[in-house]
């Protein structure tokens, strides 16, 4: 038996990490399970579950159809050891989950599932092939199930319950879109039918319904136009009216009326999600606080050494000046204790990013003081410390880039780009003799590494290739091209410089971790439609090379395909024979280029994958079209939308505020008008040009010991910038209802009347 203390201090570790990360995982208090939980979330445990998802993936690369072709006994021991590895992380979460919630748990059933059938498939499968019996691997677009269901998935799931949220709202746009679509098709058909039209390629204009509506469902994505409306056009100029009446209705209206509505839904439900993790956050840091509180006069509170004990389990790797800092911020009054509203938003504090710098002096003024503290070397700092300096040599890097467009094999140009060189060296040396190398080339001083990097190659391009080309013929300019073009891309500090232009940069930052979050939806869907594709069209197209002699090169070796507008636009590399070839049709579907001719029948000569298997075929496109195009990528566009809005409109948070100001206080903050020379840089948010301050700066003191800085406007976690864009509509001071209250929420409740931290536990 632990020592009782000991285990509650571990337990309530375990609720503020979840609080911290949004984790919202049930589990067992009992000291093994406790424990137990602790190794389910260690980075191991989760980076060798996204390994064996990954192979599990990875497996359609190697089976047929295959594009690097391995045998079936291989692929399928490595996916029998991926689901024992799926199952063994199961019934370790099964071990700290109480046993009713992990039977309740719909994922966690999904997951079983998808293990017993793909074990079965592979039976099956196996039997079959030994039979020689050709068959279908049908569990294969299963294999996404893994990727969305395990616990470290979160971010997906609520993506796939924000788009199945959203489906009601957008279903009745879609019906009245569709409505709109077979309404003008139905008068296309009465309109062009009997005037026996053709196309460019001799067929029959207009004359079948389902054609035109397809015709027409393409013709809103205007990859078929003007084509389509070229026949009636031509018979009379008045016919443009209706293909525009038609384009404005259905294009512009209808496609914005679609963003209108995903946004609106998308943002209701995820601002509700958001609650739940609100109020679950904070549920489970009042749930540590009653762990480890002690009676303090009429108050309950955390005494100091409990809470810094806490903040060793919980964040190991903060510095301890840092948890100086945390700490002086929940007991502003250094009453020796950390009362309850303070404690239960250490959650938020631990996750704003305070960098903790210890300033140095340069080792040339302790090595050689009075030559670096000489009249001309103050000069010499001033200089670098302007901005003017910045300017400067964004002006050259402008200049460079306009020589490295011009001749290459003009003397003067090759002269040229030496004297560049030379000029971005001395600027090296100079920051170098300025500013102290340590902290100049600190972790996080992206740029820093970055120009230096690029100066070092081209320094070394630039002089193998002369030596080269001194003895040989070979020529690297190319090479040094690039070197120099990379070097351009400095020029994102005189962006980040201009304050609208920072907001866009903040955004693109901040949006990053949710781009991979729905980098991950769409892998999901790819794979679906990639694996079914695969199963439906293999083999239907072939690609030959382009010096084969083969007759059937003409026609992707199929003969429904021979004199086709796919044929003949050469799409035959466009094919479904292994799953890179099949995520690459889908890349262009999803761009909506041209992606009617890839799936386009009779309408044009036997065309695309429909001819080569059934018009049923359309099904598979349009579908995909209508899942991505406008469900997947209006959603993300909504969430770009929101995340401007937060840029534009939220100044700091609560939190942050409370830490900038308890830095100041404590005379430890490193203001953007103070800089000194022994700064940490954080280039991204107030770019290089905030380097130096006004002439004179580098004659003020030094200062000693360490200093404080909040980072930027980034997000440890995807949770914390969804929070950020909602918490302003969310008191600070609601604690949350009831765990079931919180998990019925819905969309439409208005936000509940809560009780308040001083009556609560």
């Known amino acids: 038996m632990g020592d009782p203390a000991q285990e509650r201090l571990l337990l309530a570790a375990a609720y503020v990490y979840d609080a911290q990360y949004n984790r919202n995982i049930p589990f067992e ?22 390994f064996f998802i990954f192979v599990d993936l990875s497996l359609a690369l190697f089976e047929e159809p295959a594009a690097y072709p391995l045998p079936f006994l291989a692929t399928s021991l490595v996916e029998v050891m991926c689901l024992l590895a799926f199952f063994g992380r199961l019934f370790h979460f099964a071990k700290v989950t109480p046993r009713d919630v992990f039977w309740r748990d719909a994922k966690n059933i999904c997951i079983m599932i998808a293990i017993l059938m793909t074990l079965v498939d592979l039976i099956i499968y196996g039997s079959l092939r030994i039979s020689n019996i050709q068959s279908v691997r049908w569990s294969r677009p299963m294999r996404p199930i893994f990727l969305i269901n395990f616990a470290e998935s979160r971010q997906i799931r609520r993506a796939f319950r924000s788009i199945r949220n959203t489906l009601p709202e957008i279903t009745y746009v879609f019906l009245l879109f569709m409505f709109s679509v077979l ?15 053709k196309t460019v390629d001799g067929l029959p204009y207009f004359t079948d319904y389902l054609s035109i509506v397809f015709e027409m469902y393409v013709l809103v994505t205007t990859a078929n136009s003007p084509d389509v409306m070229m026949p009636a056009y031509n018979f009379s100029g008045w016919y443009c009216l209706f293909f525009i009446t038609y384009v404005v209705i259905n294009t512009y209206i209808f496609m914005s009326v679609f963003l209108a509505v995903v946004y609106n839904n998308y943002r209701k439900h995820l601002k509700n999600e958001i609650r739940k993790l609100v109020y679950m956050k904070r549920r489970k840091m009042v749930e540590a606080f009653n762990l480890l509180k002690v009676k303090e006069g009429a108050d309950f509170v955390i005494k100091e050494d409990q809470w810094k004990n806490l903040i060793k389990l919980v964040a190991p790797d903060i510095s301890t000046s840092h948890r100086e800092l945390l700490l002086r911020i929940s007991d502003e009054e250094q009453k020796g204790h950390v009362d309850k509203k303070s404690f239960v938003r250490l959650a938020d504090l631990l996750n704003i990013q305070v960098i903790t710098m210890k300033l140095r002096s340069h080792p040339l003024a302790i090595w050689f003081p009075h030559m670096y503290n000489s009249a001309s070397s103050l000069f010499i700092r001033s200089i670098v410390q302007h901005k003017g300096f ?18 290459e094999k003009n003397p003067f140009i090759s002269y040229a780009e030496w004297v560049f060189l030379s000029l971005y060296i001395v600027e090296i040396l100079l920051k170098l003799y300025t500013y102290e190398p340590r902290t100049f080339f600190a972790r996080n001083q992206f740029w820093n590494w970055f120009d230096t990097f690029i100066i070092i190659a081209a320094l070394i391009a630039t002089v193998l290739n002369t030596t080269l080309k001194s003895v040989t013929v070979y020529n690297s300019q190319q090479v040094l091209d690039i070197v120099f073009i990379l070097r351009v891309l400095r020029l994102i500090r005189i962006i980040d410089s201009i304050q609208r232009f920072r907001v866009i940069m903040n955004t693109l930052i901040n949006i990053v971790p949710t781009m991979l979050t729905f980098g991950g939806l769409a892998l999901v869907v790819y794979y679906i439609f990639a694996i079914v594709g695969m199963e439906i069209f293999q083999g239907k197209v072939q690609f030959f090379a382009g010096n084969t002699t083969t007759q059937h090169a003409s026609y992707c070796g199929n003969p429904s395909l021979k004199d086709s507008a796919f044929a003949h636009s050469k799409y035959c590399k466009n094919n479904f024979n292994n799953i890179v070839s099949s995520f690459i049709v889908l890349m262009e579907l999803t761009v909506v280029n041209q992606w009617h001719v890839l799936d386009l029948d009779f309408v044009l000569l036997a065309s695309g994958f429909a001819l080569v298997t059934h018009e049923a075929a359309k099904l598979f496109f349009i579908t995909f079209h209508i899942v991505v ?11 770009i939308l929101e995340a401007f809005f937060v840029e534009y409109s939220l100044e700091k948070s609560e939190v942050e505020t409370a830490i900038e100001k308890k830095i100041q206080e404590l005379g430890v903050g490193i203001q953007e008008e103070e800089l000194l020379d022994g700064k940490l840089i954080d280039n991204m948010e107030t770019s290089e040009n905030d380097l130096g301050s006004e002439e004179g700066t580098a004659t003020k003191k030094k200062p000693k ?29 609601e604690e949350g209802p009831s765990l079931d209250e919180i998990l019925n929420l819905s969309a439409d409740d208005i936000y509940l009347k809560n009780p308040t931290f001083d009556n609560a536990a």
């Open 705 to 733: 010991g360490l200093m404080f800085k909040i980072a930027s406007k980034r997000y440890r976690t995807v949770d914390a910038l969804l929070q950020r864009m909602f918490e302003a509509e969310i008191s600070p001071e």
């Open 183 to 197: 309404m003008f098709s139905l008068m296309a058909l009465k309109l062009f039918g009997d005037r026996n039209l």
């Open 390 to 407: 910045v300017w400067m040599y964004d002006v050259i890097i402008l200049i460079n880039a306009v020589f490295i467009a011009l001749d």
């Open 629 to 639: 195009v406008i469900m997947i990528i209006n959603i993300f566009v909504a969430f």
């Open 29 to 50: 208090t009992s000291s093994q399970a406790v424990r137990l939980y602790y190794l389910y979330n260690h980075w191991a445990m989760q980076a060798a579950t996204y």
